[in-house]
C-alpha cells in the first residue's frame, strides 16, 4: 500500500513538471497560473504546493532541468575543441550550438523558457547567470582573448562575444520564422548556416585585431 502511494506520488509530480515546462515555456513564468498546471497534469490543485512547495519552487525545478542542459551543451563544446589552436575551438563551439540547440531542435523548449526568463526576469535570472551564461561567456572570452593577442578584460574580447553568441541566438529564435523560411532548410542549410556563422565570426575578430 505504502509503495503505491510513493509510486502514485512520483507520477503526479512528474505530470507536474512536465506540464509546467510545457506551460512556462509556452508563456513564461509569469503568465501562467497553478491551476493551469494543474489542470494540464490532470492533477490536484494542491499538487503544485505538495511537491515544489509552491509556483517559484516548481518553475526552479523546471529551470534546474534546463540549466543541466545548457551546462551539458557548454562541456560539450569545450570537450570538442580540447587540445586544438584557438580558432578551431570556436569553430567548434559553433558546430555543437548550430547541431545541438537548431539542427535536432531537441532542446527548443530552453530557448523558448530563457526568451520569456530574459523578456520578464524572476528570481532564478541569477542563478541561470551565474551556473550557464557567465561559465559560457568565459570559455568563448577566453578564445577571442587568446586570437586578439589580449586578456579577457579588454573590451574588444565582450563585443566581439556578444556578436558572435547573438548571431546564434538570432538563428534559435528565427528558425521557425516565415521572415527566414530558409535559412535552416535541411542539413545543408544548417551546414551553410554554421559555416558562416563560423567565417563571419572569425574574420570579424581578425578585423578588430
Request: glycine share 6%; with cysteine; aromatic share 6%.
Amino acid at each position: 500500500m505504502l509503495q503505491k502511494m510513493h509510486q502514485k506520488d512520483s507520477e503526479t509530480h512528474t505530470r507536474v513538471l512536465e506540464a509546467a515546462t510545457r506551460l512556462f515555456a509556452a508563456t513564461g513564468f509569469k503568465k501562467v497560473t497553478v491551476r493551469e498546471i494543474c489542470r494540464e497534469a490532470s492533477a490536484n490543485v494542491a499538487a503544485v504546493n505538495y511537491h515544489f512547495g509552491d509556483k517559484l519552487g516548481l518553475y526552479e525545478e523546471v529551470m534546474a532541468q534546463a540549466m543541466e542542459v545548457m551546462r551539458e551543451t557548454t562541456a560539450l563544446a569545450q570537450r570538442a575543441g580540447d587540445g586544438r589552436p584557438a580558432e578551431e575551438k570556436l569553430a567548434a563551439f559553433v558546430q555543437v550550438m548550430v547541431d545541438r540547440v537548431i539542427r535536432h531542435a531537441r532542446d527548443s523548449w530552453i530557448h523558448q523558457l530563457m526568451t520569456h526568463e530574459i523578456a520578464d526576469p524572476t528570481p532564478v535570472l541569477s542563478v541561470i547567470q551565474e551556473r550557464v551564461i557567465t561559465p559560457r561567456m568565459i570559455y568563448v572570452g577566453e578564445l577571442v582573448a587568446e586570437m586578439l593577442g589580449t586578456s579577457p578584460g579588454d573590451p574588444r574580447v565582450m563585443r566581439c562575444c556578444m556578436s558572435l553568441l547573438s548571431q546564434l541566438y538570432f538563428a534559435m529564435a528565427k528558425m521557425d520564422s516565415a521572415m527566414f523560411p530558409r535559412m535552416t532548410d535541411g542539413d545543408e542549410g544548417l551546414d551553410a548556416l554554421r559555416e558562416h556563422i563560423t567565417a563571419f565570426s572569425l574574420a570579424g575578430i581578425r578585423a578588430v585585431k
